[in-house]
């Protein structure tokens, strides 16, 4: 069964940093990878979508990577800002599978 | 193009009563799915409807839960009855086939008491 873990949970930054969120998957079968975003007491906004066969995509100050054959993705937020506060969830689209397994999320909190 | 729309966004109720929740996806996509976020936690899938047919429902609890997109469009959710570990945030989301980019609406946050 796919697992989707997200590494760290939690994380604080200042202001104008760089700044990783990490993802990984246990079953490197996948039809794509999609991040998102959501702020407390709201749904989900989709930031971006990898297709298996992309290494990476970027909208912005956001760039997202995938290592298939490692089973890790990662997002990149160049100069972060206060409203990049918010809880970032990864899930992955298994081949073969109809829906999306998610991660547990990252909470980052950009602090001015 | 207008999102994903739910209602209510909150709703309380009591163990035991039944409760319902509505989707309205994107104009045009063909795939809507049912999500249970419990705090702390990713979405779960509930179910996946193509068109007006169920695709997936492995994952319903389907003794108290039931889910309905009649004419292909708009979507119910109904739990009846509701029981504590139902507390959740319900999310509708939508694409335009399997596998497509989802997009997701507000939610709706179900307290059972």
């Known amino acids: 069964k796919q697992e989707v873990t997200q590494i760290p949970a939690a994380l604080s930054v200042p202001e104008g940093e760089n700044l990783v969120l990490n993802c990984s998957f246990t079953?490197?079968?996948?039809?794509?990878l999609q991040w998102f975003r959501q702020d407390p007491g709201k749904g989900l906004t989709s930031l971006l979508l990898?297709?298996?066969?992309?290494r990476e995509q970027t909208s912005g100050r956001l760039n997202a990577s995938l290592d298939k054959s490692s089973g890790r993705s990662t997002l990149y937020i160049a100069a972060s800002q206060p409203g990049d506060s918010a809880t970032y969830l990864c899930?992955?689209?298994?081949?073969?599978?109809?829906?999306?397994?998610f991660g547990t999320g990252t909470r980052l909190t950009v602090i001015p | 193009e207008a999102g994903v729309a739910q209602s209510p966004r909150y709703k309380i109720i009591e163990k035991r009563q039944s409760v319902a929740f509505w989707c309205n996806p994107i104009?045009?996509?063909?795939?809507l799915y049912w999500y249970q976020q419990i705090l702390g936690q990713g979405p779960k899938l509930l179910i996946q409807?193509?068109?007006?047919?169920?695709?997936?429902d492995s994952q319903l609890p389907k003794d108290r839960f039931s889910a309905e997109r009649l004419k292909g469009v708009d979507s119910t959710l109904k739990i009846q009855p509701a029981k504590l570990e139902d507390s959740a945030v319900y999310l509708c989301?939508?694409?335009?086939?399997?596998?497509?980019?989802?997009?997701f609406g507000p939610g709706t946050r179900l307290t059972v008491t």
């Open positions: 104009s045009g996509h063909a795939t």
């Open positions: 079953d490197s079968a996948i039809y794509n």
């Open positions: 990898i297709q298996s066969s992309q």
């Open positions: 409807f193509q068109n007006n047919g169920v695709v997936d």
């Open positions: 899930a992955v689209h298994e081949t073969g599978a109809n829906n999306l397994f």
């Open positions: 989301a939508s694409s335009r086939l399997s596998y497509y980019e989802q997009y």
